[in-house]
């Protein structure tokens, strides 16, 4: 099969052409993400799930331009992602691609509201709207009453959820997130995965989820698996 994995409907927003990544390690050569061919549908919620090292996290990393390919072509609206200037990834990094990472890398001595105003500070100059634009994010992940709060008073999950605001905050087109429930509790960790099927579902934001919780993948319009660099059909 080579690592093929179609569409999941709708119009194509991705678009991954025989892309492999590999890493020197010593004398071995290591083929984190070996040959993969995939398309990914404008809108679609689709979970990658797989062992650790099994190369997921280095696939989301390629989608959201934060490393090219060693071979092959990673098409994003159409255009080799692989071939781009660095300014131009930068934007899409800044602009249309939104990470939430198992880390909740939120800064300790910043409430939730001003964790996420300061992800729209190199966007956005006007204080006033990057505060309106922060309430309102946070508003969309049920957290408008804890924006006061510091991270350190504030549960896993709602830490996560401030971190999903925060990948927000510039209204991307695309939420790319690595392991997001990787720290959390089975109960906060479906409220996590149930706000990002409603961006999907209801907010049209593609969503790609990596992951190796097994319970995740019911809850994707398309789940594929993944182990030694390559993609499966679940």
């Known amino acids: 099969m080579g690592g093929e994995a179609g569409m999941g409907g709708g119009e194509a927003l ?3 052409k025989a892309v492999s990544k590999h890493f020197r390690r010593g004398p071995s050569l290591v083929k984190a993400v070996d040959e993969v061919d995939l398309i990914v549908g404008r809108g679609e919620f689709l979970v990658i799930q797989g062992p650790s090292g099994s190369g997921k996290s280095t696939l989301l990393n390629l989608l ?3 490393e090219r390919p060693t071979s092959g072509q990673v098409l994003f609206r159409g255009k080799d992602m692989g071939s781009v200037a660095e300014g131009e990834l930068a934007s899409l990094r800044l602009r249309v691609f939104g990470f939430v990472f198992q880390q909740f890398n939120l800064i300790p001595t910043l409430t939730a509201l001003e964790n996420v105003e300061a ?4 966007a ?3 204080g006033a709207r990057r505060r309106a634009r922060a309430v309102d994010v946070l508003e969309q992940v049920g957290l408008l009453e804890r924006s006061g709060h510091l991270p350190s008073e504030l549960s896993g999950g709602e830490q996560q959820r401030v971190a999903i605001a925060r990948a927000l905050a510039n209204d991307p087109e695309v939420i790319l997130a690595d392991e ?4 959390l509790d089975s109960a906060s960790g479906a409220e996590v995965v149930r706000r990002l099927e409603e961006l999907s579902s209801e907010g049209g934001k593609t969503v790609v ?13 398309r789940l594929l698996l993944m182990r030694d660099g390559r993609l499966f059909p679940a």
């Open 14 to 16: 991705y678009e991954l």
């Open 64 to 66: 959201g331009g934060l």
């Open 119 to 122: 992800a729209l500070a190199p």
């Open 124 to 126: 956005v100059r006007d």
């Open 180 to 183: 997001p429930t990787g720290d």
């Open 209 to 221: 989820l990596v992951t190796h919780d097994q319970s995740i993948g019911g809850r994707a319009s």
